[in-house]
C-alpha cells in the first residue's frame, strides 16, 4: 500500500469518526432541550499533521455554552434559579463535588435539600422540621418561617471557575471540574462575579433547537463527504493492487 493511499484512508476516517462523535454530541443537546438548567454543547476540532502534510482531523475539546436558559415560574420556593454566572455544589456518591445550574430542590426523610437524582446540596445550614414557610432571598440566605415567626436557618453559596465552557459532563445534569476549567471559587450570590438567585423559579436548557438542526445537518453532510472520500479511496486501494498481481 502507497503511503498516499494510506494517508488519504486515514484523513477519510478521521473525519468520519470525529463527524460520528459531533452528530452524538449534537443528538444529547437535542435530548435535553427540556431539562432543567441543562447548557448545550459543542464540539471543538483540532487538524492532524503528518509529517507537515495534513493528517485528518480530530475532535480535540467540549466546551460548554455560556448563556442563560429561559426563567420558568414554578411558585415552589425551594426551586431556585441563578441570575448571572455560578453553580450549584452538589456532594456525589463517590465523595466528588459536582456542579449544577439545575436549581430544583426537594427534602428527603433527614431534611437535606436534595436534587431530583438525590445529591445532597452543599449549603450551610439545616430546615427545621415541617416549617410553616420557607423562602430564598437573591443573596442565597434561606430564611423558614415557625410559631409565625421568620428566621434565618441558612446560606447557600454559588461556584464559580475561571473558565466553565471547560466543565465536564458527569451525568444526571451535574458538571465535574477538568483541568482546563480550573478549580472552583465558592462566593455568595449577588457578589462579585456570582449571580443572583431567584426564588420559585427554574431556570430552563438552553438549547437552541434551530441551531442544533442546523449543525446536525452540517455534520451528516460532513459524514457523508468523508463516507465517499473513504470509499473511493478504498476502490483506487483496489484497483491498484489488482494491476500488480
Known amino acids: 500500500m502507497s503511503d498516499s493511499i494510506s494517508q488519504l484512508l486515514a484523513v477519510a476516517r478521521s473525519g468520519l469518526m470525529a463527524q460520528q462523535e459531533n452528530v452524538d454530541l449534537i443528538s444529547a443537546n437535542l435530548a435535553n432541550i427540556n431539562t432543567i438548567g441543562y447548557q448545550a454543547s459543542r464540539?471543538?476540532?483540532?487538524?492532524?499533521?503528518?509529517?507537515?502534510?495534513?493528517?485528518?482531523?480530530?475532535?480535540?475539546?467540549?466546551q460548554l455554552t455560556a448563556q442563560?436558559?429561559?426563567?420558568?415560574?414554578?411558585?415552589?420556593?425551594?426551586?431556585?434559579?441563578?441570575?448571572g454566572?455560578?453553580?450549584?455544589?452538589?456532594?456525589?456518591?463517590?465523595?466528588?463535588?459536582?456542579?449544577?445550574?439545575?436549581?430544583?430542590?426537594?427534602?428527603?426523610?433527614?431534611?437535606?435539600?436534595?436534587?431530583?437524582?438525590?445529591?445532597?446540596?452543599?449549603?450551610?445550614?439545616?430546615?427545621?422540621?415541617?416549617?410553616q414557610a420557607v423562602h430564598v432571598n437573591p443573596d442565597g440566605t434561606v430564611m423558614a418561617e415557625q410559631n409565625n415567626t421568620w428566621s434565618q436557618v441558612g446560606q447557600i453559596q454559588l461556584s464559580h471557575f475561571a473558565n466553565s465552557a471547560a466543565l465536564v459532563d458527569g451525568g444526571h445534569n451535574v458538571l465535574?471540574?477538568?483541568?482546563?476549567?480550573?478549580?472552583?471559587?465558592?462566593?455568595?450570590?449577588?457578589?462579585?462575579?456570582?449571580?443572583?438567585?431567584?426564588?420559585?423559579?427554574?431556570?430552563g436548557s438552553n438549547v437552541d433547537m434551530a441551531n442544533e438542526l442546523t449543525q446536525m445537518t452540517l455534520a451528516q453532510r460532513s459524514y457523508s463527504l468523508s463516507l465517499q472520500a473513504f470509499q473511493q479511496t478504498d476502490q483506487m486501494l483496489s484497483l491498484a493492487i489488482q494491476l500488480r498481481q
Not at 487538524?47 to 475532535?59: A, H, K, Q
Request: aromatic share 8%.
Open 43 to 62: 464540539l471543538n476540532f483540532q487538524e492532524m499533521l503528518v509529517n507537515s502534510t495534513l493528517g485528518g482531523t480530530r475532535s480535540q475539546s467540549t
Open 176 to 203: 465535574l471540574v477538568s483541568p482546563a476549567s480550573g478549580l472552583a471559587t465558592s462566593g455568595t450570590p449577588g457578589s462579585a462575579g456570582f449571580g443572583q438567585l431567584s426564588s420559585a423559579v427554574l431556570e
Open 85 to 131: 454566572d455560578g453553580y450549584f455544589a452538589v456532594k456525589l456518591p463517590n465523595g466528588q463535588t459536582g456542579y449544577t445550574r439545575n436549581g430544583h430542590w426537594q427534602t428527603d426523610a433527614s431534611g437535606q435539600l436534595v436534587s431530583a437524582a438525590g445529591y445532597p446540596l452543599v449549603w450551610q445550614g439545616q430546615l427545621p422540621s415541617s416549617p
Open 68 to 83: 442563560s436558559g429561559p426563567l420558568q415560574q414554578t411558585g415552589q420556593p425551594l426551586d431556585l434559579a441563578v441570575q
